[in-house]
């Protein structure tokens, strides 16, 4: 049996009854780091009063998760009550464990996935955004084509987009954001749950404006409005015409709609 459980992405009152319980019960703890988990039990155990049985440790996370299904996965296949946790929040949701989800479904090993903190909803929740749907990004690829390609996706999704950044990357990302369009609404969050818990929303340029007075800790959630699209179906001259476009790139556009000379429509528009 393996339960993936999730951990406090701030404050450790967010530890749920049924943690507590499977911990209670667990011989073998796979995590990120061990040295990170062996506090965080520590730290339960000292608020609760709870005496937890002697765990085992194995250090499992992204960089020998696959490795350790090739070369430890018998540990997997005993009977030992096995528990995966993450440093903080969900368990693959851009934290290791999916690979661990997958081992035990193709070997009908039985597992759980416990429900709790995750800083994807809990920023959504506290965005004010209605868009009822969202795609999640992760962090962005630190530079290259990579992350100029993915962030266009971003920028053009029609979906609410979600990201992750570090402290050392945020001010890059909303500079970019700016870069490619000024007046987009973003809602940028930090510390979520903790006592310094700080929330951004407006309009990228106010933000931008804001951050730089601000000392820039934590990791942070950025949720980006999606673009408004023109309404589905045919689109007219009228629709070109009511673009906040230069004149030849509507003149570009007209031409290849109507069959135009782009030349006659670029001196039809600036007359």
């Not at 969900?90 to 090993?109: A, K, Q, R, Y």
Request: charged share 25%.
């Amino acid at each position: 049996m393996l339960a993936f459980v999730p951990t406090p992405i701030g404050n450790l009152g967010d530890i749920s009854f049924r943690t507590i319980e499977v911990l209670k019960d667990g011989e073998l703890i796979l995590c990120e780091d061990t040295r990170v988990t062996k506090k965080l039990i520590s730290l339960i155990s000292q608020r609760l009063e709870i005496t937890f049985p002697p765990f085992e440790y194995i250090s499992v996370h992204s960089h020998n998760e696959k490795d350790f299904l090739t070369k430890d996965n018998q540990i997997l296949l005993e009977s030992k009550k096995c528990i995966y946790m993450s440093d903080a929040g969900m368990p693959c949701v851009s934290d290791p464990g999916s690979f661990l989800v997958d081992f035990c479904l193709e070997n009908n090993i039985e597992y759980d996935v416990l429900p709790g903190a995750n800083a994807i909803l809990t920023a959504y929740a506290a965005s004010g955004f209605s868009n009822t749907t969202f795609t999640f990004f992760g962090f962005l690829p630190h530079k290259g084509t990579n992350r100029s390609d993915i962030l266009d996706k971003v920028m053009n999704s029609e979906n609410l987009a979600i990201l992750y950044e570090s402290p050392h990357r945020l001010m890059k990302l909303v500079e970019e954001i700016f870069y490619l369009d000024s007046s987009r609404e973003v809602f940028i969050t930090k510390e979520l749950t903790k006592k310094y818990e700080t929330r951004y929303k407006g309009k990228i340029v106010d933000i931008l404006a804001q951050l730089k007075e601000t000392t820039i800790r934590g990791e942070w959630v950025v949720i980006i409005k999606p673009i408004e699209s023109l309404n589905r179906g045919i689109i007219t001259e009228e629709d070109i015409h009511e673009l906040k476009l230069p004149p030849k790139q509507k003149a570009k556009i007209l031409s290849k709609l109507t069959g135009k000379n782009v030349k006659d429509i670029y001196n039809n528009l600036i007359s």
